[in-house]
Nanobody, 117 residues
Framework: QVQLVESGGGLVQPGGSMRLSCAAS????????MRWYRQAPGKERELVAG????????NYADSVKGRFSISRDNAKNTVYLQMNMLKPEDTAVYYC??????????WGQGTQVTVSS
């Protein structure tokens, strides 16, 4: 059974930092590109950042470029999202996603990030 378990969310002040983690199990982690999505209340889910299976290619939404950084540790089956200079508009539920073309994709349960003073 595939599981993606996010952790690290919570409340942070504007300008602060937070690191999200997503631990994967039940799949061959190195076969999957990993992505972070987020969904704010009343809005559609949006792609925040992605990283290739080898970890050598990353991409980011324009809204987070220069502030967020995605990385992965294939030895630990874990992907991370380092979020710096957080803004109130970054408030959302953040989801981890495992992607492999032609294969089922998987989602985590989400972790709430709230940026507020």
């Amino acid at each position: 059974q595939v599981q993606l378990v996010e952790s690290g969310g919570g409340l942070v002040q504007p300008g602060g930092s937070m690191r999200l983690s997503c631990a994967a199990s039940g799949l061959t982690f190195t076969n999957y590109a990993m992505r972070w999505y987020r969904q704010a209340p009343g809005k559609e889910r949006e792609l925040v950042a992605g990283i290739s299976s080898a970890g050598d290619i990353t991409n980011y939404a324009d809204s987070v470029k220069g502030r967020f950084s995605i990385s992965r540790d294939n030895a630990k089956n874990t992907v991370y999202l380092q979020m710096n200079m957080l803004k109130p508009e970054d408030t959302a539920v953040y989801y981890c996603h495992a992607y492999r073309e032609w294969y089922p994709n998987y989602w985590g349960q989400g972790t709430q990030v709230t940026v507020s003073s």
